[in-house]
């Protein structure tokens, strides 16, 4: 969406149960739209000392840091935080997806020639995952989640890059960090990956632009069923920002 608030909007038209989905929630819906204007003032920022802040482009690190000094000026308090091994957390979430994604898609085996060539070898590499495998993942992610809770009890949120790079370029499947190359997918999603298999809420808004003029952006990490908090810190930091207004 444009804006935080959009977003908001739109999740308000999707959010609660579907009866035609047993997994769904059956929690009361609120209504996510932040107030004008949003406050943060006493919401608890955490800023990680490991993992989300290592391995960055420069331009990403100045300002993803950026939008912590922000927050500190709308009245936040940033604490340092150490998060879990979020590089374990992503392994065991591509197992999850993998194994999932693919008894979701079995119906849809007969009609292989209409699926992607990227989306249909996930597919298959999912049909290869032992249950044994899958179950042990499911056991490691319950650990997980269970030191995430641990650590929204300290903060209301964490800030993070949304991926270590600007965006790269169409077509062009590796990229340059700290003069190292490396595959953009997965350079690309390891901030995000691990996220899904907690089942915890993220929000990805503008936090600048390359000196190329490439957007960047920052993730608003919360505690599962926070979307209405996260709204609210995404709307204040829109609300004292110009990125949402501005075109790469």
């Not at 482009?57 to 709308?74: S, Y």
């Not at 999850?96 to 060539?117: K, M, T, V």
Request: proline share 7%; with cysteine.
């Amino acid at each position: 969406t444009r804006t935080v608030r959009d977003a908001a909007v739109t999740l308000n038209a999707i959010a609660g149960h579907d009866a035609r989905d047993a997994t769904s929630s059956r929690r009361p819906v609120p209504d996510y739209v932040p107030s004008t204007p949003a406050s943060i003032r006493g919401v608890r920022v955490g800023m990680p000392e490991n993992y989300y802040l290592e391995g960055l482009d420069p331009e990403v690190e100045a300002a993803v840091r950026a939008m912590f000094r922000t927050a500190e000026q709308l009245g936040a308090q940033v604490i340092p935080v150490r998060v879990p091994d979020i590089d374990a957390l992503n392994a065991v979430a591509v197992v999850i997806l993998a194994a999932e994604a693919s008894a979701a898609l079995e119906p849809y085996l007969a009609r292989r020639d209409e699926i992607g060539d990227e989306v249909r070898l996930r597919f298959d590499q999912g049909r290869f995952i032992a249950a044994t495998d899958y179950i042990n993942a499911q056991r490691i992610r319950r650990l997980f989640v269970e030191e995430f809770a641990e650590l929204w009890k300290r903060v209301d949120c964490l800030f993070t890059p949304t991926t270590p790079t600007p965006a790269p370029k169409i077509g062009e499947n590796t990229i340059a960090i700290a003069g190292v190359e490396t595959d953009a997918r997965v350079a690309t999603t390891r901030f995000m990956r691990a996220i899904n298999a907690l089942g915890s809420p993220a929000l990805s808004m503008p936090c600048g632009f390359s000196r190329s003029g490439l957007p960047l952006s920052l993730q608003i990490l919360g505690a599962p069923f926070d979307e209405q908090r996260l709204l609210s810190i995404g709307a204040a930091l829109e609300d004292a920002t110009d990125f949402h207004k501005r075109r790469p």
